[in-house]
C-alpha cells in the first residue's frame, strides 16, 4: 500500500462491504482498515444512502446523504457528511443525470464547507447490458483548508463494464484539473476482475490509485486488493405484499421466462398486436429494457435472471407501465403496481 502519511509497503488489511437495493432505496456500507510492519495504522468507512422516485418513471429523483469517517496514525481523525439531490433521465440503452451535493469534513476541530456539481450519462451496447460506457464531469470546491488556501478543482470520469456469463470486468480512469492556467492536474485509472463461481458468490481482484477525495478527508493511495463478494438478486420482492391475482383469461401480454444459453434466460411476452415492448424488472437495475420482435409476434429478450422471486412490469407503445396479466400484482410504496415473477 502507498498512502500519504505512512511509507509504502506491504500491509495487513481488513475490509468488508455490504449493499442493500430495492427499486425505490438503496444503503451502503463499506469501510476499511490496514495495519504496517512497523505497528502503524489507517482505516475508513462510509455509510450512504439514496431514496429515489418510482422506478416506473422515466424521470427519476434522487435523495441521498453521506456519512464517513478516516484516520491514520499520529494524525487527528477525519469526519464528513454530504447531502445530494439528483434527477435521472433513463431509457432502454441509455441514461443521463444531473446532481449537486454539500456538506462539510471536520478535523482538528476546524470545519470546512464541501459543494458539489455533477453531470453524466451512460449507454449501453446491447439490449443485454454486457457492455457499458459510463462518464461523468464534476466540479468541486473544497473550502478552505487548513493553510489558508481554497481548494477547487474539476473531474473527468469514465468507467467501462463487460459482463460475459460468470465473468464482470470495470475499467475507469479520470483527470482532475485543480488549475487550467498553471496546467495542475493528476490523473487516476482503476480495474477489476468479478469471477462468479456460484449464484452468490465471487472472487474479485482489483487494483488502482485513487485521488484525495476532499468531501471526505481522504488521502490518495494506490492499493491491490483480492476479495470474496457474495450477493443475491437483490429484488426486494419477498417483503412485497400480495395484492390480488388478475383472471387467466387475460392473455394478451402474458409474460414466461425459459431457460438460454449459459446463465441467461429469455423473457418472452405474448403481444403479437403491439408497435414496441418494453421491459423493466429488478434484473434489469429498473432500468427499461427494449424487446425483439420475433417472426411469430412475441417479444423477446435475454437477460441473467437468479432463481428466486423477482418483480417485473412491462410498457407497449410508449404508455404506461403495466403488470402481465398472467402474474400477481404486488403494491410499491408509492401506491403503484408490479407484476410478481417466481422463477425456479
Partial sequence: MSQSGLTATSVYTAAGQFRFATPDFALAINGVAARTADDRFTGQGVLSTSRYAPA??????????????FGVSNAAPAFGWQLLAREHLVGSLGGVFIGGAGGAVVQNGLSRRVLNGHTGGYVRFDPLGRDELSGALAYTDGGVMPDGSRLRYGDAIGYWTHRRGPVEFLAGAGLRVYSIDQSVYSGWGSASVALWITEGAGIVVAAGRALEDVTRGVPSARYLSASIRFGSSGSGAGVATLVRRVRADEDGGRLEVRAGDDSLRTVTV??????????????????????????????????????GTHRVAIRVNGGPWAVPPNLPHVSDEFGG????????
Fill in 270 to 307: 405474448r403481444l403479437r398486436a403491439a408497435m414496441t415492448v418494453e421491459l423493466m424488472a429488478d434484473f434489469t437495475e429498473w432500468e427499461p429494457v427494449s424487446m425483439i420482435q420475433l417472426p411469430n409476434g412475441d417479444w423477446t429478450v435475454e437477460r441473467v435472471v437468479a432463481p
Fill in 56 to 69: 416506473t418513471q422515466q424521470a427519476r429523483w434522487e435523495l441521498g446523504a453521506t456519512a464517513s469517517a
Fill in 337 to 344: 403496481e408490479v407484476g410478481l415473477l417466481i422463477v425456479p
